[in-house]
């Protein structure tokens, strides 16, 4: 690509917390930056029901069909000179991805691929690979959030027919001012504990099977160790140990993590039928976490993905059991040694310390 003229970059996707991070990543590095909501966002938005439904699968299938959708994108695309489209994440913009790409096939498309595949079964994996595959045509490149989720495209979703993309890993991360501006805090609790930033509010529409901890969350309480997650009445029980909080917002959330000893990451295996999505994924919790600078507590088998975007983070307690992780955590001294090493390793997990290799990649494609 020509980089005579300053580069114009358009993030397609919602507005959500990973369009602020590629706006840290590219901000004050020679880009133009611009948005461009998805249309499977707006539809959302604007509709609900079973017809829309059926229309935004049609559209997974084939490619986006709303003309007045693609006429304000084109517009949009054409008055900035847009040279790359930024997509994320996963399947969901691939139908705008295909119809772009045909009316304006001279503008480079990436798309990041942070959560795959999403479904928990056979059959629903097999539709997700047949969309990535339906769609890697339409693409210039792909950006993975760690190296397992790169082999696992090369070796089991592409094939053949991804040779011509062009390739990055690069590691997801909340903006720098995501991150407190405050001291660390303190170690507020006197015995074992753990923060879990994952779902509770079990019966809304949009969580699925993995999401569902209780199990764990009961194994937990059972063994004393104070377990503190978002107020929900799924999990409302009275157990002494169970420290439910009202919800909050990403920033807050992230000053508040500091004081636990740990951020449990882990996901209800058993009840899922295909387990690649929780083996690949970097789920938005962890990258909360590392923000927060708080240890992470993860199940030592699995996770492969998350494991590997831990690196190069002093802060990991592999545990096997329940029982094994308050043992660990019983220990006050490491506790405290470990929530020293997170809090200083924080740095190294923000958007801005990627943009450098974002920028060179778009440039050399």
């Not at 831990?310 to 001294?333: C, G, M, N, T, W």
Request: aromatic share 6%; hydrophobic share 40%.
């Amino acid at each position: 690509m020509s980089v005579s003229h300053r580069l114009s970059v358009a993030l397609l996707g919602p507005d959500i917390d990973h369009k602020k991070s590629l706006e840290a990543m590219l901000d004050r590095r020679g880009s133009k930056l611009t948005w461009l909501p998805d249309s499977a966002s707006l539809s959302r938005v604007q509709t609900q029901g079973i017809v829309s439904g059926i229309r935004r699968a049609f559209n997974q299938l084939t490619y986006t069909h709303d003309r007045n959708y693609l006429q304000k994108a084109c517009r949009h695309l054409d008055e900035n000179c847009t040279d790359v489209i930024i997509a994320y994440w996963g399947t969901g913009p691939l139908a705008d991805v295909v119809a772009i790409k045909r009316m304006r096939p001279h503008i480079k498309i990436m798309l990041v691929v942070l959560c795959f595949p999403l479904a928990l079964n056979a059959m629903g994996v097999k539709r997700q690979h047949w969309l990535m595959r339906h769609a890697a045509p339409c693409l210039d490149g792909i950006l993975y959030s760690n190296a397992v989720m790169q082999e696992y495209f090369r070796g089991q979703v592409l094939h053949e027919c991804g040779s011509h993309l062009k390739e990055l890993v690069l590691r997801p991360c909340w903006p720098q001012d995501y991150q407190s501006a405050t001291e660390r805090c303190e170690m507020a609790f006197s015995g074992p504990n753990l923060i879990y930033v994952g779902r509770t509010d079990l019966s809304h529409r949009t969580v699925h099977a993995a999401d569902d901890l209780r199990p764990m969350m009961a194994e937990i309480l059972k063994n004393k160790i104070e377990l503190h997650h978002a107020r929900s009445s799924e999990t409302s029980d009275g157990n002494p140990y169970r420290r439910p909080f009202d919800p909050i917002n990403q920033k807050g959330l992230i000053a508040k993590m500091g004081a636990h000893d740990a951020s449990l990451i882990a996901y209800n295996a058993a009840a899922c039928q295909k387990t690649d999505r929780l083996e690949l994924t970097v789920p938005d919790r962890l990258i909360t976490s590392v923000a927060a600078g708080v240890p992470i507590a993860i199940p030592s088998i699995g996770y492969r993905g998350a494991k590997q975007y831990l690196a190069d983070y002093p802060a990991v307690i592999e545990f096997e059991s329940i029982p094994d992780l308050k043992r660990q955590l019983e220990d006050r001294e490491r506790v405290k040694a470990t929530r020293e090493a997170a809090w200083q390793a924080r740095k190294l997990y923000t958007a801005e310390m990627q943009g450098d290799l974002l920028q060179r990649f778009l440039v050399a494609i």
